[in-house]
């Protein structure tokens, strides 16, 4: 898998630095200071959880997990750990490299400042006004509809686990019922989206959560 992975990347002009150990990882990210980690959950002297654990205590480096588990409790646990995106075994170079594309984006820093409005496609968040256009018609979106909006696309591209929303629009005491984000998410569908029924934005990642397309 390293082989295949370092031969297509580099091929697409990237370089690529190897460890086969959580510590020989730790050393490459602090002295190489990578633009992104593929992460293999499973590794000699560790896990990868714990790893991606570790690298969120003092980096905000993107991590993408690469993984044979395909377990849906595995994804929102790689998700919540602080993975970026996780990608099952066996994928193809042409997703991964749209996934790493799609993170290294989200990576990019923003002046919190300095940002007024989020566009995506037809739809447009007005940050200091708090209003949301979507072809240009005004959207009377509830307080959580807004909130939970906006959390999706401050980080759109990225998976956000049913967990994480609940923890950032409801609190952490409200972390086990996910069914509250169902219900608003389907409600703002209705506003956002053209097709509800077929979301082209707001899309689910079945079982893990969901992601704003930062490419709609």
């Given at each position: 898998m390293r082989k295949f992975i370092r031969a297509s990347l580099a091929s697409h002009g990237h370089r690529v630095l190897e460890a086969e150990r959580a510590s020989e990882a730790i050393m490459m990210l602090t002295s190489h200071r990578p633009d992104i980690v593929l992460m293999d959950l499973g590794l000699p002297d560790g896990d990868g959880m714990e790893l991606t654990q570790q690298i969120r205590e003092w980096s905000r480096v993107p991590i993408i997990v690469l993984s044979a588990r395909g377990r849906e409790d595995d994804k929102v646990k790689a998700l919540d750990a602080g993975a970026d995106d996780y990608l099952t075994k066996p994928f193809g170079?042409?997703?991964?490299?749209?996934?790493?594309?799609?993170?290294?984006?989200?990576?990019?820093?923003?002046?919190?400042?300095?940002?007024?409005?989020?566009?995506?496609?037809?739809?447009?968040i007005d940050l200091v006004r708090r209003e949301v256009f979507r072809a240009e018609e005004a959207l009377h979106l509830t307080p959580i509809e807004y909130r939970l909006l906006v959390l999706l696309?401050?980080?759109?591209?990225?998976?956000l686990t049913h967990s994480h929303i609940l923890k950032e629009i409801w609190g952490p005491s409200q972390?086990?019922?996910?069914?509250?984000?169902?219900?608003?998410?389907?409600?703002l569908r209705k506003k956002v989206e053209a097709e509800p029924s077929r979301p082209k934005l707001l899309v689910t990642e079945p079982g893990v959560g969901y992601r704003l397309r930062d490419r709609p």
């Open positions: 170079v042409n997703e991964l490299l749209a996934r790493m594309r799609v993170a290294l984006r989200h990576a990019r820093p923003r002046e919190q400042g300095g940002v007024q409005t989020l566009v995506f496609g037809d739809v447009k696309a401050l980080n759109a591209g990225k998976v972390a086990a019922h996910a069914h509250y984000v169902r219900v608003h998410m389907a409600e």
